[in-house]
């Protein structure tokens, strides 16, 4: 991603989110401990690996933000990192990074929907001037669709969650998720979140690029990873 822009002036009692990743801006140094073969760490980049080479969702976005001008490097726009308990990844506008909660992440089918997720920010930031940090309403479009896209609001997530049998079920999973995910790293109140999740859903919930669809499941994405790459030939030789 070449699209990148200075951190913003954060001005006392404001509040972006930085609190949960607090590696972003430490200046505490890693010990050869916590950076060994045994730790998170190595653990984490062993699956952001995998997720990478051979997970349909991240394949599709990161060829959609090459052909968008923002190629993606996993050494450059990655970063595992130790997070606050209540988050597994994040996406760092300013740097152009995606933040991997390697203390949060265990499983490579969780790492997978994490990396889909923030790649999802990712693609909104290459594609359209997003302003992350003063327009709730540009963050929770975002939301919206990384919640509708990722496979966050599958059945089978749901089911392990102990929600499923709710009419509409999707929409209000990915209603409930954006709120959610504004809430974690924006000090809002509730109102204000469900507001601006509400006044943007129909059109964000129906904005299904680069996947030209809702992936319901692995297989799905790997059909629109298929018919994206099919679309991009057809468009070459015109």
């Not at 990722?150 to 209000?172: A, Y």
Request: proline letters at 3%.
């Amino acid at each position: 991603m070449d699209r990148s822009e200075p951190p913003p002036e954060v001005a006392e009692g404001e509040d972006f989110g930085y609190r949960l990743f607090p590696e972003r801006h430490s200046e505490a140094k890693r010990s050869f401990l916590t950076t060994s073969l045994f730790t998170f760490n190595h653990k984490c980049q062993v699956m952001l690996r995998i997720a990478l080479d051979t997970n349909p969702y991240a394949q599709l976005l990161l060829d959609a933000m090459k052909q968008s001008g923002c190629t993606v490097y996993k050494d450059r726009h990655f970063a595992c990192e130790d997070c606050d308990g209540c988050v597994s990844g994040g996406f760092d506008s300013a740097t152009s990074q995606i933040v991997l909660c390697q203390n949060n992440i265990h499983q490579q089918s969780h790492m997978n929907r994490v990396v889909t997720h923030e790649l999802i920010h990712a693609f909104d930031h290459c594609r359209a001037h997003v302003d992350w940090f003063k327009n709730v309403k540009h963050l929770a479009c975002s939301e919206i669709r990384a919640a509708n896209l990722s496979g966050d609001c599958s059945l089978v997530n749901e089911i392990t969650r102990f929600k499923f049998g709710l009419k509409q079920h999707h929409q209000t999973c990915v209603r409930d998720r954006a709120i959610r995910s504004i809430l974690a790293v924006r000090k809002v109140s509730k109102e204000t979140a469900e507001k601006a999740v509400d006044e943007v859903f129909d059109s964000c919930f129906n904005d299904h690029e680069p996947f030209g669809r809702v992936p319901h499941s692995k297989s799905d994405a790997k059909y629109a990873y298929r018919d994206f790459q099919n679309r991009n030939r057809y468009y070459a030789n015109l």
